[in-house]
């Protein structure tokens, strides 16, 4: 999986949006097991609003464009359960 982490939050682009079944998954249930490297861990999900958090939007995007050349789509922030 593509993913950066920032802020004890990790976070993914879903290059098809709300259409992606795994999105779709979150609007019905946000509460998701995860792994990410080795750490499997319980968390909560939610869709990053360009609109409303324009600075966390433009952060994200870089992260990923420089990590991966790649950063359109959907958001997605991932809030592990151990940090809220």
């Known amino acids: 999986i ?3 982490e920032y802020n004890k939050r990790y ?3 879903s290059e098809h ?3 992606a079944h795994w999105v779709q998954n979150i609007s019905n249930n946000p509460r998701i097991t995860c792994s990410v ?5 319980e968390g909560i999900a939610r869709f990053v609003d360009p609109t409303n958090e324009p600075e966390l939007t ?3 995007s870089a ?3 420089t990590k991966y050349k790649w950063h ?3 958001i997605v922030e991932i809030t ?3 940090s809220l």
């Open 72 to 74: 359109q789509g959907l």
């Open 11 to 13: 976070y993914v682009i």
């Open 2 to 4: 593509w993913f950066v």
């Open 37 to 41: 490297c080795d750490r499997t861990f």
């Open 80 to 82: 592990p359960l151990n």
């Open 63 to 65: 992260l990923m464009r």
């Open 17 to 19: 949006r709300k259409r």
């Open 58 to 60: 433009t952060k994200i």
